[in-house]
């Protein structure tokens, strides 16, 4: 690329040194001196159709075969690359990393968000019934728009384990939210305090429509649940009552009757209902 400079008598070599630096293209990023960003269109309301790259210069001869897009929590098709827009067809709402392998081009994978139209009662990605969205994204990151419940209860069980049961001490957790978005790491703080907690554990240990990052519902997305309860079906068939993963005290959990409206606390003891949810 030809660069006019113009400049001082006596400043020639400081200027033919600029110019040369910038035939090799400024701001060059890892494996490439042409940088860019991604973005996606798409919202909850209108699916992600297509992903625009913004470069730092003209890349000669670009093609789709030099994108690799590799699932994460979502996962697309593509298109034939027109200009900078790649057309792409979402099969799985979430996140999705892209990565340039052309020569010139900087090789940092890029992390971008898609997204799927997804309906109230409509199967979700992990097979479960979509129960709540969210035009404003939540969660860790604010990387989920959507919660889906798993079709069946998981069974009954206990909070906290036995060695934290009375006549033990019991264990607090302390460090658990009661918000839509909390129920992930409230189920992972559980774990870490009590690595054999059955509630928790159980849905950790869950893996419905080979998804491994199923949680125990927190406070508010327990009433999520029980306000869908009639789209998500399931539910009361080994008793009215389910717990969270939200602590209340030292000893007591909140659970929610899924037979009247009403959320209480009660016994980490107390045998409870449980059933698995994930975001995305």
Same mark, same amino acid.
């Given at each position: 690329?030809?660069?006019?400079?113009?400049? +001082?008598?006596?400043?020639? &070599?400081?200027?033919? @040194? &600029?110019?040369?630096? @910038?035939?090799?293209?400024?701001?060059? !990023?890892?494996? !490439?001196?042409?940088?860019?960003?991604?973005?996606?269109?798409?919202?909850?309301?209108?699916?992600?159709?297509?992903? %625009?790259?913004?470069?730092?210069?003209?890349?000669? =001869? +670009? %093609?789709?075969?030099?994108? %690799? @897009?590799?699932?994460?929590?979502?996962?697309?098709?593509?298109?034939?690359?027109?200009?900078? $827009?790649?057309?792409?067809?979402?099969?799985?709402? =979430?996140?999705?990393?892209?990565?340039?392998?052309?020569?010139?081009?900087?090789?940092?994978?890029?992390?971008?968000?898609? &997204?799927?139209?997804?309906?109230? =009662?409509?199967?979700?990605?992990?097979?479960?019934?979509?129960?709540?969205?969210?035009?404003?994204?939540?969660?860790?990151?604010?990387?989920?728009?959507?919660?889906?419940?798993?079709?069946?209860?998981?069974?009954?069980? #206990?909070?906290?384990?036995?060695?934290?049961?009375?006549?033990?001490?019991?264990?607090?957790?302390?460090?658990?939210?009661?918000?839509?978005?909390?129920?992930?790491?409230?189920?992972?703080?559980?774990?870490?305090?009590?690595?054999?907690?059955?509630?928790?554990?159980?849905?950790?240990?869950?893996?419905?429509?080979?998804?491994?990052?199923?949680?125990?519902?927190?406070?508010?997305?327990?009433?999520?649940?029980?306000?869908?309860?009639?789209?998500?079906?399931?539910?009361?068939?080994?008793? $009215?009552?389910?717990?969270?993963?939200?602590?209340?005290?030292?000893?007591?959990?909140?659970?929610?009757?899924?037979?009247?409206?009403?959320?209480?606390?009660? #016994?980490?003891?107390?045998?409870? !209902?449980?059933?698995?949810?994930?975001?995305?």
């Amino acid at each position: 690329m030809k660069k006019k400079v113009q400049f +001082l008598r006596g400043a020639v &070599f400081t200027a033919i @040194l &600029f110019a040369a630096v @910038l035939s090799c293209g400024g701001g060059a !990023g890892a494996g !490439g001196g042409i940088t860019y960003t991604v973005t996606a269109n798409g919202n909850t309301s209108d699916p992600t159709n297509k992903l %625009t790259f913004d470069f730092s210069d003209t890349v000669d =001869g +670009l %093609t789709a075969s030099d994108i %690799t @897009l590799t699932s994460g929590t979502g996962s697309v098709t593509t298109g034939t690359l027109s200009g900078t $827009e790649l057309p792409v067809t979402v099969t799985n709402g =979430g996140t999705i990393t892209v990565k340039i392998t052309k020569d010139g081009v900087e090789s940092t994978p890029k992390t971008v968000k898609v &997204f799927k139209v997804y309906a109230i =009662g409509a199967t979700g990605p992990g097979g479960g019934i979509i129960f709540y969205v969210s035009p404003a994204s939540f969660g860790p990151g604010n990387a989920w728009n959507y919660l889906e419940a798993d079709p069946a209860d998981l069974g009954n069980f #206990t909070w906290a384990s036995p060695q934290h049961l009375p006549p033990n001490a019991p264990l607090t957790i302390s460090s658990t939210g009661t918000a839509i978005g909390t129920g992930y790491a409230n189920t992972a703080a559980i774990l870490a305090a009590d690595p054999d907690a059955p509630a928790a554990k159980a849905c950790k240990n869950y893996s419905g429509g080979g998804k491994n990052d199923w949680f125990l519902p927190s406070k508010d997305e327990l009433t999520q649940l029980y306000q869908k309860k009639d789209v998500i079906g399931g539910f009361g068939a080994l008793g $009215e009552y389910y717990q969270s993963s939200s602590e209340r005290f030292v000893s007591t959990k909140y659970y929610r009757s899924f037979s009247v409206d009403f959320e209480g606390d009660d #016994t980490k003891a107390y045998l409870m !209902g449980v059933r698995p949810i994930r975001a995305f």
